[in-house]
């Protein structure tokens, strides 16, 4: 890129520039553009917790069909270092714990990756807090299926690859049958196709998988 390029962006000026260029001076210093829209300021704000809202009900909806417990938005204090999980789950039949932490937008790699990593070093604690055995941890970044979610995802796919190797349907054929640790990634739509209800919190509670219909019944 040009001199005047690289002299305006240390000066803040970036109006007359190419947003690409903009980006390929900052991944050449191993930085990360982060390019934010703010629209009509609360309205924005309450759209992506409408986002992340959807996103919840619909992980904690197929975890519950396939016969996990599930609990959304658990605050925790372990040993002074509190915080909250999106979604807590645990399969009664194997004691597995399922870490998820629930994105709309990823803001970037790292603000993505060590808040998950952070909470599930601490899970032992968290489930010792609600009297859960758990012999294997796991954890799952569930992001909105957008665009511009994968497109960030595939640029540092090394990255999220070693930290969640385990994608899609891997992901799902783990969740009906759960044999050891995980760590994946899942993409889930965001879009409203009716109303929306956050599940409410609480005490974990059993859901038996729904036995399919009978044909002609």
Not at 23 to 47: H, P, Y
Request: hydrophobic letters at 45%; charged letters at 30%.
């Amino acid at each position: 890129v040009s001199r005047t390029l690289v002299s305006d962006i240390e000066l803040g000026k970036f109006d007359n520039h190419d947003i690409d260029d903009i980006d390929r001076l900052a991944r050449a210093t191993g930085a990360e553009l982060d390019v934010r829209i703010r629209w009509r300021g609360e309205g924005l704000d309450r759209l992506l917790d409408e986002a992340h809202a959807l996103l919840v009900e619909r992980i904690v909806a197929e975890l519950r069909i396939v016969g996990w417990e599930t609990a959304v938005e658990v605050t925790f204090n372990v040993y002074g270092d509190r915080g909250s999980v999106d979604v807590l789950a645990w399969h009664q039949g194997t004691g597995s714990l399922l870490i998820i932490e629930v994105k709309s937008v990823v803001p970037h790699a790292q603000g993505t990756l060590l808040p998950l990593d952070r909470k599930v070093r601490l899970a032992p604690g968290i489930a010792r807090e609600r009297i859960l055995p758990a012999p294997t941890v796991s954890r799952l970044l569930v992001l909105g299926d957008r665009t511009v979610n994968r497109r960030r995802i595939l640029r540092l796919e090394a990255m999220f690859a070693a930290a969640l190797p385990m994608r899609g349907h891997t992901v799902r054929r783990w969740l009906r049958a759960p044999v050891g640790a995980m760590s994946g990634l899942l993409f889930l739509s965001d879009a409203a196709t009716g109303s929306t209800r956050r599940p409410g919190s609480g005490r974990l509670r059993v859901n038996r998988p729904r036995k399919p219909p009978v044909d002609g019944g």
